[in-house]
C-alpha cells in the first residue's frame, strides 16, 4: 500500500493546481497527511457542482490514503431539513464513497457561543437591534456609504445581558442580531457589518445536547421521528445523472470503502 505521501495518480498525467499543491506540500514536508471535508448546507438536493466537490475532496483523500469527513452545515433550521441530511449521504455513498467523520456545525454551538462572548467582552462585537429594513439602509449602496448602526457603541455589560436573553428565547424572530466590529464607511460601499448569530425561532435538523440550543423546539424533530418529510422525494441531479449513464462503471460500487 502506498504511503501518505506516494500519489496513486497515473504516472505521466499532469496534476490540476489543487492536487499539484498537495503533491508541492507533501514533497515539501509542509504536511505530512491528507485531510479534506465535503460541507454542505441541507437546504437542498445536490447538484452537479456538488459532485464535482465531492470527487475532488473525497478523491484527492482516497488518492493520499487520506481522511475526508462530511462536515454538514446546518446553521439556518429554516431553510433545513433531515430529509437533506438523508439525501446527501446518499448521494455520496453513490458516488462510490464513505466519509471519515459524520460532523454537524450546531455541534459546535457551544464553542462558538463562546467565541461569541469573547468577542463582545473585547469591544469586538455587539447586540444589533436594528430592523432588516434598516440594515439595508445603514448599509449604504453602491454610491453611498454605509453608515454605524447606533447601537454599535452599547456598552459591554448591555451587550451581554442581550445575548444571553437571545439565547434564552426571550426576544422574537429578527429582534436582534450580533455584529463584528467593522468600520461600515470605511470599508467600501454597499458593505456592511459581519453578522455572526442570528435570533431565530425553529426546529432542528440536527438535534444535540439540550444545553447546547438556544431555543429548543420539537416540531422538526417530532416531523422526522414519524417520518412525514415534506419536499421532492426523489433526488432530480441522480436519476438524470442515471438516465445518461445507465450502466455506471464498476469503479462507482465497487470501491472499498
Avoid at 57 to 68: K, L, P, Q, S, V
Avoid at 92 to 110: I, P, R
Wanted: with cysteine; net charge negative; aromatic share 8%.
Amino acid at each position: 500500500m502506498p504511503h501518505a505521501d506516494e500519489p496513486t495518480t497515473t504516472p505521466g498525467v499532469s496534476l490540476d493546481f489543487i492536487r499539484q499543491i498537495v503533491e508541492d506540500d507533501l514533497a515539501s514536508g509542509k504536511h505530512t497527511h491528507v485531510a479534506t471535508r465535503f460541507p454542505p448546507e441541507p437546504n437542498g438536493y445536490l447538484h452537479i457542482g456538488h459532485a464535482k466537490s465531492i470527487c475532488l475532496n473525497f478523491g484527492i483523500a482516497r488518492e493520499r490514503n487520506g481522511t475526508c469527513n462530511l462536515r454538514l452545515d446546518d446553521t439556518n433550521p429554516v431553510k433545513e431539513d433531515v430529509e437533506y441530511v438523508d439525501s446527501i449521504k446518499e448521494d455520496v455513498a453513490w458516488l462510490g464513497f464513505t466519509w471519515n467523520q459524520e460532523l454537524y456545525a450546531s455541534d459546535y454551538f457551544e464553542q462558538l457561543y463562546r467565541f461569541a462572548v469573547t468577542l463582545i467582552e473585547r469591544g469586538l462585537a455587539y447586540v444589533d437591534s436594528l430592523t432588516p429594513d434598516q440594515i439595508r439602509e445603514y448599509r449604504g449602496t453602491l454610491t453611498q456609504p454605509g453608515r454605524n448602526s447606533p447601537y454599535r457603541d452599547r456598552p459591554v455589560a448591555e451587550n451581554l445581558d442581550l445575548f444571553a436573553r437571545m439565547r434564552a428565547g426571550e426576544h422574537r424572530d429578527g429582534d436582534g442580531d450580533q455584529q463584528v466590529e467593522r468600520e461600515r464607511a470605511a470599508e467600501g460601499k454597499g458593505h456592511a457589518g459581519l453578522g455572526a448569530f442570528f435570533l431565530c425561532h425553529a426546529g432542528e435538523v440536527h438535534p444535540g445536547p439540550a444545553e447546547q440550543r438556544a431555543i429548543p423546539d420539537a416540531t422538526q424533530r417530532e416531523r422526522r421521528d414519524r417520518g412525514d418529510h415534506h419536499g421532492q422525494p426523489v433526488d432530480v441531479a441522480r436519476r438524470h445523472l442515471e438516465q445518461m449513464n445507465p450502466a455506471r462503471p464498476d469503479s462507482l460500487s465497487s470501491h472499498e470503502h
